[in-house]
Every structure is written in C-alpha cells, then in structure tokens.
C-alpha cells in the first residue's frame, strides 16, 4: 500500500470538498457572518447565482437555514459554519470511499459501477452510461431522468448526483445502522464538482490493486484528517480543546502490532478453551510459555460467549483484524459460513469513540468484512445490529412523559437521570466516564420489550415512542456496552498530557494514580472493564514503565493483575506516534506466573522489528526475548518495568545508599518568561555579569546552568539571568490575577558549587561539575553534596558507563529527573585515585571548553597560544592538533580507568567493558575547516575590538572602550568592517586581515598563510587565496556566526538586499546612535560613487564592438546595485535620522529586530519594507 499516495490524495480530497461545500453555501447565502437569505419572486426561490431552485432543494434550503440559525443562537455563526463545512464535507468523503470499495468488490445490489466504469476508455462511470438499466434496482424516476437530460447544461454531472444519492438512498434503507440515510441538508449541500474534483481523482490516482482490504479506509480516513491535525497543532505545546481532541488522538496502528495485541490476548484466550486447536500455529507474534497453564474463565462455554470491545475504536482498524481472527475460529470450531458474521458483528465485537466520523467509518469497514464474507448481503437485504456507538452529550433530557409512560419504577427513573448527568460531558471523557452501578441492559431489554409491543393509538404517543427510540434507548444501550464486563479489551488509546481545565478535573478525580496522560487512565480503566482471567491489549507510549509518575499505576497493576507479555519497540516501528512506544497484553489474574517481554528498541526499521518478533515468537532463546516475574521489578526504586536487568544490578539496587544520601538533587527554576529574564551571557555588557559572586547586588546578570548538549566534566555555561535585586523582577512578575508566574528560586542553593545535567536529551546522560556563583534552571537541574568530599566520587560514578547502565532501567527515556539521580545506589567511597582523575578531568574540559569564543572564560585562539614561535597557520595549527589528541587520548584513558572502578564496585565486569569510543569522549578534536573559520572570527574580533593582541580574554565587551590600550594593532575606529567584491574602501576586511596576519605571523610567511586559509576552506580552481577569504566572508561567514552564537549574533551584517552591494560588518557592543549616519554616508554613498563611475566607464565601452556583449553585462549588474544602494541609503537615512540607542540587556533578538522589516517611503511615495541587517 502506497501510503503517502493515499494521504496526498485524501488531503488534497479534504480541501477539495470543503471547497465545494462552501461554493454550495454561498450560492445559498450563507457564509461565516450567518445567513443572507435568498430572493422570492412570484414563490419561486433563487440562489445567489440566479438560479432557481426546484421544490425539493426549497424544502431543504429553509430546513437548513432554520437549523442553521437555532445552532448559531446557541454559539456563533462562524462555528456552526465551520462545523456545518467539515461535517458535510467529511461525510460524502467517508459515504463515496466506501461505495468505491464495494463497485469494485462486486458487493453493490445494482452490480454496476457507480464511481467508474469496466470500459478503459469510456470516461463516465457505468452508472451513468446505463443509467436505465438501474431504473427498477435503485427506483429511479424516468421523468426525473428525462427533466435533466432536457434542462441541466452538464447533463452527465447532473445525471451522476441523481443516481448516487438514489445509491445512497437504496443502501441507507438496506443497512440503515451503516449507512445512515442521507439526511435533506447533505443533499443540497453535495459539492457540484464532487465527481471532478474528489471521484475522478480517486478513480485515477489510487490503482483497483490499493483497494483489497478495507483498512485503506481507515487510512484514507486517517490522512483525510491530517491538515486539520497540522492546524490544530499535533500533541505539542497546548492543551486541546474537546471538539479537536478526536483529531487530534487518533492514530492509525500497524497491522502486525494489532496481529501482536490479539494473538496474545483473544489467541491467548481461545488457547486456553481450546487447546487442542490448530489456529494457534499460524500465529506468528504467538509468544507462548509452555511451563503456564492459566485458568479458563467460567462463564464462557462457546465462542459465542467471547466478548471483545475497543473503548477507543477510531475508524476500527483493530476491530476488522478482530472479526479476521473471530472468522477463522468460528469456522475451526464447525460454524456455518453464513451465520459467522451476524454472531461477531452481533455477540463477540463491541466498540465505543468520541467521534462520529470515525465511526461511520468503523461501520462501513465491519460491513466490507461481512461482505468479504457474504457477497450478496445487500442483495438479500440482512440487518445486523452492530454493537459500535458514538459517545454524545446529553444535550437534551429525557421528558419526564415519557418516563411516565413507561410505568418505571422509581429507582430505574431515578438511574435514568443520574445516567442523564453522568453523561453531560460523554463526547469529552468517552470511555473513561464513569457510571453509576445499575443492571443498565435489564433496564434496556425491558424497555425495549415495552416499545415493541406498543399500539399506535395516536400522535401523542407515536411522539414519546420515537422520543424513546432516539433518545432513551440509545442512552442505555451505551450505558450498558460500557459497564459491561469483556474477555478481551484491545485499543490503541489516545495519547495526551496536556489537558484543558475540564478534562484535567475530571482525569484528577477520577484517575488519581493514572493522570500523568489519558493513555496511562485507559490502561487502568481497560482493565477494570475486564472479566477474571480477561486480557487487556493495548498500545501505549513506553513512560508509563519507567517514570516516577508512573510508579501508581504499576502498583496498581501488579496488585491486580500480571503482565501477560510485552514488546518495547523502536520508534520507526510506529510513525505516526513520534513517541517511543510499546505494545502489551495484561491479565485479570494473580497467578505468579512470568511474563514475557520482548526489546526490539535496537531494530531501527518497522520492518525489521516485524520480523525480529517473528523471529522471538519462534525462539525464546532469542537474546532480545526475556521472561520476568513481575515481583522481580520491586527490589529497583519506583519499581520500573526493567525486564532485562541483571542480577548483578538488581543487587546494587538493594544497597541501602543512595545519592539522596549524600546530597540534595534539586530541580531547577521556572523563569515563566525566558524571552524577558534569561540571555546569553555574551549578549549583554561584560560587566555587568556576576561571574565571581551570585549574591553580588550591584550586577544584573548572573550566571544560569540550562542543560545544553552532551558534554560530561565540565561546560555548557553560557547563559546568564536577571537576578538584580536578589530576583525581584522574576519574583514580582505576576499573571492578571495576581499569580507569580515564576517558581522554585532554589535560594538555599544560590551561589552554591555542585552537580548538574541536561534535563533533556536525545543521547546519553551527561554531567558537569561547575564553580560558586551559579542559579539553575529546569533543564538545568542540580545536584548539591552535603559533603563536598563526595562530590568528585558522584560526579565520576555520573559519567561513567555504570550510570548509564543504571538510568537505562530507571528512566529510559529523554528527560532526567532529580529523582532519578537521587534513586542511583551508591556501592564504594571515594579515594585518592578517583580525585585525582576526575579533577584531571575537568582540567581537560575547562581547557577544552575555553578554547571557543563562546566559553566566557576564553582567552584567545588555539592558534595563538599553541603557535609556540610559528611562523605559519599550519604550524601553529599543527600544535593545536597534538595538543587536542593529548587531551583526548588523556580523557579516554582516564574515563576506561574509572568506568573500571566502578565497574568492579558494582561487580559488573561480566556485563560492561570499560572502553570508551573517541564520539564519547566531549572534548574536541582539530579540524582544519572548523578552526581556520573560528580564527578567521577571532581576527575579526581583534579587527572591531572585542579581543586584543596585547590582552587576554575579553578586550572590550560593553561600557567605555579605551583605544590607548590596544598597541600592536588598533582597532576599527568607527565599528565599519564594509565587505564588498572589490577593494573599494581602505578598511577593507581583506586589508585588515592582512595587517593582522603581519603582526601576528610577521611578513615573510603573509602569502603562505593567506594560502593555507584559502586551502582550509576549499577554494575554486584558479582562485586567488585572498579572494577566497571574501567570498567566504561575503556569502558564508555569517551563517556560521549566527549558528556558533545560536541566533544571537554579536558581529552583526548590514546588507543592501539580495544583491549585496553593500555589506559591512559591525561589533553590536559599540554600537551607537551615530553608527548609522556614518554608515550612509563613508560606506553607501560613496560606495554608489564608485559604481556610478564604473557605470559610466562601461557605457563607454560600448563603443568597443569586441567588448559590447561584456559591457552591457556589466552595465545590467551596476545599475541593479545602485537602484539597490538608492533603496538602502532611504532606509538608513530613515533610521539614522531617529538617532537609535540600544540597551545591550535588551538582548540581540530585540535590539536586531529594531532594524529590520522597517517601513518607508521611496522618492515616488511607495511603501518599502526593507530589512537594514542579514535575516538571522
């Protein structure tokens, strides 16, 4: 199956329907501000296209503008609009997909093709072409027929809408609980294009061979969902509104993990009834256990008795692989073919949604598998009663006449109205809702009885039996499937955390040890539906085994039931959920009995994970298939799901001492305003950072650990917060009710040295050791010794191969909690030797660290300081590269010895090697391209005054500049570096380059250095080395400084536009109010002097005749820079004009921002918007 043709095309379907439906609406007057009622002249109605409408589409159009107004009094037009669009649009969608899965099964009554035709070139379907033929079959009106032949201008796509809604018509009355008939509003809002715009497109783009299992309904249905899902937001960042939680939720599950979820628990069930039976070895995702014989459940003695339900059906994917593997043990157990299908659909398959739309689909694909079954159904006009209902608010009460009339005693009307209230809120909890406890299919039946044998005396009473039929009955019928108990409950539940206010009351209530996710409540309430010795299959997020906030819930199952078995799986293994996943199967029973578990987190594609359970359902022995007892996970910390540990680590788990013991593992801050409250530290003035006291009042900024990338020992400083005033600001920063939004200030650790980590991550754990002086974030969590002589020990025990080993079983996952750090055992004391390494350690990555302009600490470049009296860039470079393999070969030798301790000290050495691999090891090693372009950025420094060849570290970084201090070479007096193709200005960024390159390597070795730079970075055949260099800054050097400073660059590019005429750097610490004055008129003016001598020399040559084609080449590029310079120079004398100051404690995203997309006037009064610097 071709799955992105299929979502391609149900998304362009979607937007081509909701398309058709409009123009349907606004022909009709009605559009998002409400209804504009159409024209009546001489009784005859007319739509807003001059067209009159026929008797029939009047009665429609005033049933829809009445039911179109009662709705928009209740919530707002646009709503009901929007609402009115997707629902008609939606179910002609569902309605069309599945009439082209049956013409091409055979499956329709009619046995004509009513979408397409068997002739290869006949262009109109069947249908039409033989339209009377279908006469008699689909009661077909002949002068109908004939009005449009005579009348409609596109008679073949007048004549096709007819006989549809007639086929609609005809299977509605056939199967009135799968197709429900086609009510008056959808008629006349059917799009006019809807044959050339969604059938015509269906017909071609998706091949007859994608059409042979009627799971491509479900995934057309799915896809057909997926702008809307993008719109909406997918499951990040916000909670979801009730109306968008169907959209928002479903997700479409693979078939071989529903082949997994039944074969281990409806297999499993059947094995156990019937364990003489042959199905079983056709499984292939069977995970048996031969030494486990489990209890039969009592009550069931045929199949007949299994009951199996999806709380969570969706478009009921799972369901139809069920009455699949229902079919096949019917047809082993000696049933008839013919009565198979009404006895699953009937007795065995039950399902509930939320969504309505969802379950037009779930009926239509049950429907195809009994046609599968049965061709000729619809032929002999069979009903089933399909036990799948929609969850609905109960929007409208029951009267109380009609409860009267049913002569109910006082308790079932009372469970009526409690049912009532219950369900006030159905289409939000769905299947977590919760019931009072009443006997709801006896109330059923007997009501049922009562309205059967009812006499129609009159009105009166036809109108409380039809208020019974559609409101009470269906009320207690969801009731009752709902409360029920089941042998077999498999789902894949809705995945989400972030609840509106509503739904987070109601999971708090009633799910306290499950409300970390709505999945987490539908694996308790699932098993709480089930039967004693039932089976629970589900599909869920793998958190729920690992997380503290789980730790509930796994009580909660180990206390009443066992895991049957489990498979962990990759994330490729389900696409469409983008969370890692896992796959189970639980039982309602006590046994102590093992489990069985499966990892196929180390197979990358879905398809090898496929075959590798294959491979495990065949051979226990596999290294990846594992059997555990339950009990066994509750000698580790909040007993997580670790299957695969061993007995070494569950030994190390029984140590009494834990890192809690030793210290306070802290999580950090809430800022609730990062934008306002946190920077870069080299964003703001130098000295305005606190970088030696945290309690120092006299500074601003101060210094913030905030996780980052991988890196252990030592690094990732490089944010600073506004703390002024011991955090007044954050601390006072309060919500419209009077809410500090900010939280968890950590005062008692303030300025305290410690531990730290990246909360989140996508690798390995890494932890750092940093100074006094720090605050820390969330993501930046930290740990603070209570002995300080333990620390080295902690940090070591951190970053060693043990750790990981022991984080793999208590939290698997991409966020590291300081409860995961406090849970680790400690086995073995410091000593001299783990001292001295980790202290070599963190010297090792300080140096490392320092060695990037980034690092706050950095003191100039490698080239500098390991140039040792080199003459060249290579040599200098080649010192910086023995020494990068020093340190590294240093740090991996020093990382083996203490993976080794550690190892011993856990008696792990039969399970972990101490070996480390070089990407493993965080510090860097030297790259020619890498470290030619960051000297390249240092010499640019040292050019606007950032750093100083007679200083180390910082020169000038905010406040007052002294030019007097620089001597071997002076900085750019104006803070202008102009970067053009030619050498048009003296401070030129290649002249100064090459100035510096004298001071700092002397004259005789200028060419070859220039060389070597032009070399590291890759130059074009025949090009100059010094042309190189500007290429490199002209086209690349800012991408590169924006990605080293994270989107806050500190040199910033000024830029005539996409031409780049003019383009200059500047250092954004010295900017001011005059930089922009200077700018115009040193740099851009006379910059357009320049080229408009060049102009000029040109257009002489065009004299030339053997010069001319050149000429006006050059000629063309010179007048599109100087209208592009004339452009700029408006906008810069716009700015320059207002004299702009910058606050550097504004950050670079808001001061950047205060010159780009600026509005002006050109000399003809037209609006520009124009950008003055490079778009970060």
């Known amino acids: 199956m071709d799955k992105r043709r299929l979502k391609k095309f149900a998304m362009e379907a979607r937007s081509n329907l909701m398309e058709g439906v409009k123009a349907r609406l606004l022909r009709l007057g009605i559009t998002e501000e409400g209804v504009n009622e159409l024209s009546v002249i001489d009784t005859q109605v007319i739509d807003k296209s001059n067209r009159i409408l026929t008797s029939n589409e009047v009665r429609q159009y005033y049933k829809l503008v009445v039911d179109f107004k009662s709705k928009a009094r209740k919530t707002d037009a646009t709503q009901v609009y929007q609402s009115l669009q997707e629902e008609i649009a939606y179910t002609w969608f569902n309605r069309i997909t599945a009439i082209r899965y049956m013409e091409i099964h055979h499956y329709l009554p009619a046995k004509k093709r009513m979408l397409s035709s068997i002739h290869p070139n006949r262009k109109e379907p069947d249908a039409v072409s033989e339209i009377r033929e279908l006469v008699d079959i689909l009661k077909l009106e002949d002068a109908e027929i004939q009005s449009i032949e005579s009348n409609e201008k596109l008679v ?107 074969q281990n628990s409806l297999g499993k069930l059947y094995n156990s009834l019937f364990p003489e039976n042959k199905l079983s070895q056709q499984w292939v995702f069977f995970l048996t256990n031969d030494t486990v014989i489990f209890p039969t459940p009592k009550h069931i003695t045929t199949i007949e008795d299994i009951k199996i339900i999806d709380p969570a059906c969706g478009s009921g994917h799972i369901l139809i692989h069920t009455f699949d593997m229902l079919y096949t043990m019917y047809e082993e157990r000696g049933y008839s073919i013919n009565e198979i299908p009404k006895l699953i659909i009937e007795k065995n398959i039950f399902g509930l949604d939320i969504d309505k739309r969802s379950l037009q689909v779930t009926h239509v694909v049950l429907l195809l598998k009994v046609l599968e079954k049965i061709p000729n159904f619809l032929k002999k006009r069979f009903n089933y009663e399909f036990q799948v209902m929609e969850w609905r608010d109960t929007t409208a009460i029951i009267s109380n006449e009609a409860l009267e009339f049913l002569s109910l005693d006082d308790e079932v009307e009372k469970g009526i109205r409690e049912l009532e209230e219950s369900l006030i809120n159905a289409k939000q909890f769905g299947s977590l809702q919760k019931f009072p406890a009443h006997n709801y299919q006896k109330w059923l039946d007997s009501i049922a009885n009562k309205v059967a044998k009812l006499e129609l ?39 989400l955390n972030k609840y509106n206010p509503e739904l987070k009351r109601f999971i708090n209530k009633n799910y306290p040890d499950a409300k970390a996710d709505l999945y987490a409540a539908f694996i308790q309430k699932c098993f709480l539906m089930l039967q004693p010795n039932g089976y629970e299959a589900i599909l869920t997020p793998y958190t729920w ?43 309602n029973q006590l046994e102590m009995s093992p489990g069985e578990y499966v990892n196929l987190g180390e197979f990358l594609d879905a398809r090898t994970q496929q075959l590798k359970l294959v491979e495990a359902a065949n051979n226990s022995n596999v290294s990846y298939r594992f059997r555990r007892n339950f009990e066994s996970f509750n000698a580790i910390d909040s007993s997580p799901i670790a299957y695969w540990v061993s007995p070494a680590i569950v030994e190390a788990f029984k140590s009494e001492l834990r890192i809690r013991d ?46 980052g990338k991988y890196r252990k020992w030592y690094g990732n400083n490089e944010y600073v917060v506004n703390w002024e005033n011991n955090g007044f600001e954050i601390m006072n920063n309060m919500t419209s009710t009077g809410k500090i939004r900010s939280h968890n200030y950590n005062l008692d650790y303030i300025g305290r040295e410690g531990i730290t980590w990246s909360s989140v991550t996508s690798g390995q754990f890494s932890a750092r050791s940093f100074e006094a002086g720090f605050l820390f974030d969330g993501t930046g969590s930290s740990l603070f010794l209570y002995d300080k002589t333990h620390q080295n020990y902690i940090l070591a025990l951190l970053c060693s191969k043990v750790a990981q080993e022991i984080f793999g079983i208590i939290n698997p996952t991409v966020r590291f909690q300081p409860g995961n750090i406090a849970s680790v055992p400690i086995l073995g004391s410091t000593n001299k030797t783990i001292d001295e390494l980790v202290e070599e350690n963190i010297c090792l990555a300080k140096l490392d660290w320092d060695s990037v302009e980034t690092s706050w600490d950095f003191v100039q470049h490698p080239f500098l300081t390991y140039q040792a009296g080199a003459r060249t860039i290579e040599d200098a470079f080649s010192n910086w590269e023995v020494e990068t393999q020093k340190r590294l070969k240093k740090m991996k030798q020093n990382e083996e ?24 090891i965080t510090i860097r090693k030297a790259n020619k391209e890498k470290d030619t372009k960051s000297f390249l950025s240092y010499l640019l420094g040292v050019i606007l005054g950032r750093y100083s060849l007679d200083t180390t570290g910082l020169a000038y970084a905010g406040g007052e500049m002294h030019i007097e201090d620089y001597i071997k070479f002076k900085p750019d007096l104006d803070n202008i570096i102009p970067i053009t193709t030619e050498a048009y200005f003296e401070d030129d960024i290649i002249h100064k380059i090459d100035e510096l390159l004298i001071v700092i390597f002397g004259n005789q070795s200028l060419d070859l250095n220039w060389n070597t730079l032009a070399d590291n970075l890759g130059r074009r055949p025949g090009e100059e080395a010094k042309a190189r260099i500007r ?45 922009l004055a200077r700018i115009r008129m040193d740099y851009v003016l006379e910059l357009t002097k320049v080229l408009e001598n060049y102009l000029q020399l040109e257009q002489f040559k065009l004299q030339d005749t053997s010069y001319r084609g050149r000429a006006q080449k050059n000629i063309e590029v010179y007048q599109r820079q100087l209208e592009e ?22 950050g670079i995203e808001n001061n950047y921002q205060v010159f780009q997309n600026v509005i002006v006037q050109d000399e003809k009064s037209r609006t520009m918007r124009i950008n003055l610097l490079e778009k970060i």
């Open 457 to 495: 005396e009159d009105i009166y009473i036809s109108a409380l039996q039809l208020e019974i039929q559609e409101k009470l009955i269906p009320l207690l019928k969801i009731a009752s499937i709902a409360t029920q108990k089941y042998d077999v409950v498999v789902t894949n539940p809705p995945y």
């Open 1125 to 1146: 310079l004339k452009k700029y120079a408006i906008l810069i004398n716009h700015l320059a004009s207002q004299r702009i100051t910058l606050d550097l404690n504004d």
């Open 545 to 587: 085994m690992f997380i503290i906030s789980y730790e509930k819930l796994r009580i909660f199952i180990q206390k009443n039931g066992r895991i049957s078995s489990l498979v962990q799986l990759e994330y490729a293994a389900f696409e469409d959920a983008t969370v890692p996943i896992c796959t189970f199967v639980l039982q």
């Open 897 to 920: 010895l203490l993976n080794q301790i550690f190892i011993d000290n856990y008696r792990l050495s039969g399970e972990l090697t101490p070996e480390m691999t070089e990407k493993d």
């Open 1031 to 1075: 290429r490199y800054f002209s086209k690349e050097f800012y991408k590169d400084h924006i990605k080293v400073y994270q989107k806050r660059p500190i040199y910033w590019m000024f830029t005539s536009g996409k031409l780049g005429a003019f383009k200059g750097l500047i250092y954004a610490h010295r900017y001011n109010r005059d930089l």
């Open 662 to 707: 030793w210290g306070e593992a802290r999580e950090g801050m809430t800022t609730a305003d990062n934008k306002r409250f946190l920077r870069f530290w080299y964003e703001v003035s130098y000295k305005d950072i606190a970088l030696s006291n945290a309690s120092s009042h006299s500074c601003r900024w101060f210094p913030y650990n905030k996780g």
């Open 156 to 262: 073949s796509n007048a004549l096709f809408k007819y006989v549809l809604l007639k086929q609609c018509h005809q299977l509605g009355d056939i199967l009135p609980s799968v197709f429900q008939a086609v009510e008056e509003i959808q008629e006349l809002l059917m799009p006019d294009n809807i044959y050339r715009a969604f059938i015509e497109k269906m017909v071609h783009d998706i091949p007859e061979t994608e059409w042979q299992s009627p799971e491509i309904i479900g995934w057309l249905f799915q896809y057909y969902n997926a702008e809307k899902k993008d719109q909406i937001g997918g499951l990040k960042y916000k909670a979801i509104s009730k109306n968008n939680l169907p959209v928002i939720t479903q997700l479409f599950t693979p078939k071989w993990i529903v082949e997994y979820m039944l």
